[in-house]
Nanobody, 120 residues
Framework: VQLVESGGGLVQPGGSLRLSCAAS????????MGWYRQAPGKQRELVAG???????NYADSVKGRLTISRDNAKNTVYLQMDSLKPEDTAVYYC???????????????WGQGTQVTVSS
Protein backbone atom coordinates (compact mmCIF):
# COMPACT_ATOMS: atom_id res chain seq x y z
CA VAL A 1 0.00 0.00 0.00
CA GLN A 2 1.43 3.36 -1.02
CA LEU A 3 0.44 6.79 0.19
CA VAL A 4 1.49 9.63 -2.07
CA GLU A 5 1.51 13.09 -0.54
CA SER A 6 1.68 16.46 -2.26
CA GLY A 7 1.14 20.14 -1.57
CA GLY A 8 3.80 21.13 0.94
CA GLY A 9 6.05 24.14 0.57
CA LEU A 10 7.05 27.55 1.85
CA VAL A 11 4.36 30.07 2.74
CA GLN A 12 4.26 33.38 4.59
CA PRO A 13 2.47 33.71 7.92
CA GLY A 14 -1.25 34.08 7.33
CA GLY A 15 -1.04 32.19 4.07
CA SER A 16 -2.65 28.94 2.94
CA LEU A 17 -1.62 25.54 1.66
CA ARG A 18 -3.53 22.42 0.71
CA LEU A 19 -2.06 19.00 1.30
CA SER A 20 -3.28 15.90 -0.51
CA CYS A 21 -2.65 12.22 0.14
CA ALA A 22 -3.78 9.45 -2.18
CA ALA A 23 -3.76 5.83 -1.09
CA SER A 24 -3.08 3.23 -3.73
CA UNK A 25 -6.11 1.40 -5.08
CA UNK A 26 -4.64 -1.87 -3.84
CA UNK A 27 -5.86 -1.15 -0.32
CA UNK A 28 -8.94 -3.21 0.48
CA UNK A 29 -10.67 -0.97 3.01
CA UNK A 30 -10.01 2.26 4.87
CA UNK A 31 -11.35 3.06 8.31
CA UNK A 32 -9.85 6.39 9.25
CA MET A 33 -7.48 8.82 7.58
CA GLY A 34 -5.47 11.59 9.15
CA TRP A 35 -2.56 13.96 9.20
CA TYR A 36 0.27 14.07 11.72
CA ARG A 37 3.19 16.44 11.94
CA GLN A 38 6.64 16.44 13.45
CA ALA A 39 8.66 19.57 14.10
CA PRO A 40 12.43 19.44 14.75
CA GLY A 41 13.15 18.18 18.24
CA LYS A 42 9.51 17.34 18.92
CA GLN A 43 7.40 14.21 18.88
CA ARG A 44 5.03 13.42 16.07
CA GLU A 45 1.55 14.69 16.90
CA LEU A 46 -1.93 14.24 15.48
CA VAL A 47 -3.13 17.29 13.57
CA ALA A 48 -6.49 16.10 12.27
CA GLY A 49 -8.37 12.88 11.63
CA UNK A 50 -11.49 11.80 9.76
CA UNK A 51 -13.43 8.56 9.91
CA UNK A 52 -15.05 6.73 7.01
CA UNK A 53 -18.33 8.30 8.09
CA UNK A 54 -16.92 11.81 8.00
CA UNK A 55 -16.48 12.47 11.71
CA UNK A 56 -13.52 14.77 12.26
CA ASN A 57 -11.25 15.65 15.14
CA TYR A 58 -8.52 18.27 15.43
CA ALA A 59 -5.66 19.23 17.67
CA ASP A 60 -6.62 22.26 19.73
CA SER A 61 -3.79 24.27 18.19
CA VAL A 62 -5.26 24.03 14.67
CA LYS A 63 -9.00 24.25 15.29
CA GLY A 64 -10.61 26.89 13.12
CA ARG A 65 -7.60 27.14 10.80
CA LEU A 66 -7.10 23.66 9.32
CA THR A 67 -9.80 21.55 7.71
CA ILE A 68 -9.57 17.86 6.90
CA SER A 69 -11.71 16.20 4.24
CA ARG A 70 -11.71 13.00 2.23
CA ASP A 71 -12.87 11.60 -1.07
CA ASN A 72 -13.71 7.96 -0.46
CA ALA A 73 -14.05 7.19 -4.16
CA LYS A 74 -10.47 8.33 -4.73
CA ASN A 75 -9.00 7.02 -1.44
CA THR A 76 -7.73 10.55 -0.90
CA VAL A 77 -7.52 12.78 2.15
CA TYR A 78 -6.93 16.52 2.10
CA LEU A 79 -5.78 19.09 4.62
CA GLN A 80 -6.72 22.68 3.88
CA MET A 81 -4.42 24.90 5.91
CA ASP A 82 -5.39 28.56 6.37
CA SER A 83 -4.07 31.35 8.57
CA LEU A 84 -0.80 29.51 8.89
CA LYS A 85 1.60 30.38 11.70
CA PRO A 86 5.35 29.85 12.04
CA GLU A 87 4.62 27.21 14.70
CA ASP A 88 2.86 25.14 12.04
CA THR A 89 6.26 24.51 10.45
CA ALA A 90 6.87 20.76 10.40
CA VAL A 91 6.98 17.65 8.26
CA TYR A 92 3.41 16.55 7.69
CA TYR A 93 2.64 12.84 7.41
CA CYS A 94 -0.46 11.23 5.99
CA UNK A 95 -1.85 8.26 7.91
CA UNK A 96 -4.36 5.63 6.85
CA UNK A 97 -5.89 3.01 9.12
CA UNK A 98 -7.11 0.16 7.01
CA UNK A 99 -6.83 -3.36 5.64
CA UNK A 100 -4.59 -4.40 2.81
CA UNK A 101 -6.79 -7.35 1.86
CA UNK A 102 -9.73 -9.39 3.22
CA UNK A 103 -8.66 -11.24 6.35
CA UNK A 104 -5.63 -9.01 6.91
CA UNK A 105 -5.38 -7.11 10.17
CA UNK A 106 -6.29 -3.46 10.35
CA UNK A 107 -3.05 -1.51 10.51
CA UNK A 108 -1.49 1.90 10.05
CA UNK A 109 0.06 3.02 6.79
CA TRP A 110 2.19 6.15 6.47
CA GLY A 111 3.13 8.58 3.74
CA GLN A 112 6.69 9.74 3.15
CA GLY A 113 6.09 13.17 4.63
CA THR A 114 5.94 16.62 3.11
CA GLN A 115 7.65 19.72 4.46
CA VAL A 116 5.56 22.74 5.38
CA THR A 117 7.51 25.89 6.26
CA VAL A 118 5.78 29.04 7.44
CA SER A 119 8.16 31.96 7.38
CA SER A 120 8.43 35.54 6.19
Amino acid sequence: VQLVESGGGLVQPGGSLRLSCAASRSIFSINAMGWYRQAPGKQRELVAGITSGGTTNYADSVKGRLTISRDNAKNTVYLQMDSLKPEDTAVYYCNVLGKRAPGWPTQDYWGQGTQVTVSS
